[in-house]
């Protein structure tokens, strides 16, 4: 009995009824539906045994963190880090949350998160809403995530008000209050829906914003007594030069990591389906190709110890196994999992653990 209710079956029984719920979720708004499957799982979760057991252990190291599997959720899926203890209880290795931003800010209006379940893809506009930087690490500390072995990764950006010229201070602003309770911290510099971040992966802006990052977290790692890993998330929409480019000035930087990739501008993959021209990033296999050409030209750059997380469009054990072989360490879902459900979570475990018997 729990709370005087009748303890439901174990958690991989109630994964199994996402293919049941599915069809009903997907009648609703999207952005509806989204926050409903959020506010479920905070209640499912503190009843059902987690998800995770021995087959879900497939012990990774990356960016000096120990993880259980090397399969993480994206940042995006909870933006204020207010469900991280039920997302954790699926069976990923790492969870990230946000984008946070110094101050609160509403987003774009609404709609603004659009399927294209021809293609299994997702087209969002949210523009970093979210709740602001308070609020933020008062929903982590609240979490018991990384107190039970979980590994947290904690991800920033900048305010749509503040001007470009001044990210750097939003960004600072950011890593100052994340600090202290994250395992990893994410510079988003990659989302299109904030207008000109994208400019930020340009070389000398780049080479200033993660120069100032590393700067201020040798003062917050003397601070607080413990070093954090930095990644820097980047865009698929990329040529081969400003991947070289972003590849340098990372490592002039002493960044720790990269995510590779956030969603993409281009429609080639949605042309002529509904929805297909709203303004947004795009998500789902879309991306999946286009992030791997990024990957391996960031191995090829970065050479073969450097960390780098694949992202985009993983929709089966399949797609995680090719990331991995294109460069990746570990990858992180989101859009495959509102489609396939989170027994993709054991599937990419499983398809990667046997890529390396």
């Not at 009748?6 to 599915?22: D, F």
């Not at 950006?157 to 750097?168: D, M, R, V, W, Y």
């Not at 960004?171 to 930020?200: E, F, K, M």
């Amino acid at each position: 009995m729990v709370n005087g209710l009748a303890q439901p079956p174990n958690m991989s029984l109630l994964l199994h009824t996402y293919g049941l719920v599915r069809p009903a979720l997907f009648q609703m708004e999207a952005e509806q539906a989204h926050e409903f499957t959020l506010r479920w799982l905070d209640r499912v979760h503190q009843w059902a045994k987690p998800l995770i057991s021995q087959e879900l252990l497939l012990p990774t190291e990356l960016m000096g963190l120990k993880l259980k599997n090397p399969v993480g959720l994206a940042a995006g899926l909870d933006k204020n880090g207010a469900h991280i203890d039920a997302l954790g209880s699926l069976g990923f290795g790492f969870v990230e949350v946000g984008t946070v931003t110094p101050l609160a800010q509403a987003g774009n209006p609404k709609p603004r998160l659009f399927r294209l379940p021809a293609k299994q893809c997702l087209i969002n506009r949210f523009g970093f809403n979210n709740d602001g930087l308070e609020q933020f690490i008062s929903n982590v500390q609240k979490s018991q995530w990384r107190h039970t072995g979980g590994i947290l990764g904690l991800n920033i950006g900048k305010n749509a008000a503040t001007p470009i010229e001044q990210a750097t201070d939003d960004y600072l602003t950011g890593l100052d209050g994340v600090y202290a309770h994250a395992d990893y911290i994410t510079v988003n510099i990659s989302s299109p829906n904030t207008q000109n971040l994208r400019a930020l992966q340009a070389e000398n802006e780049l080479v200033q914003l993660l120069g100032a990052l590393n700067q201020r977290r040798e003062q917050l790692q003397a601070q607080h007594q413990r070093y954090v890993p930095i990644a820097v998330k980047i865009a698929p929409d990329l040529e081969q030069s400003q991947i070289d480019s972003i590849a340098a000035a990372v490592q002039q930087c002493q960044i720790d990591g990269i995510i590779a990739t956030n969603t993409t501008l281009s429609r080639d993959y949605v042309a002529g389906l509904t929805h297909a021209q709203e303004q947004g990033g795009l998500s789902g296999p879309a991306v999946h190709t286009l992030s791997l050409k990024v990957i391996e030209r960031l191995r090829s750059q970065l050479g073969k110890d450097f960390p780098i997380i694949g992202v985009g469009g993983i929709n089966s054990g399949i797609n995680a196994v090719e990331k991995i072989q294109a460069g990746a360490n570990a990858i992180q879902l989101y859009t495959g999992l509102i489609y396939q459900g989170p027994l993709l979570i054991r599937d990419c475990v499983d398809a990667i653990r046997n890529l390396q018997r």
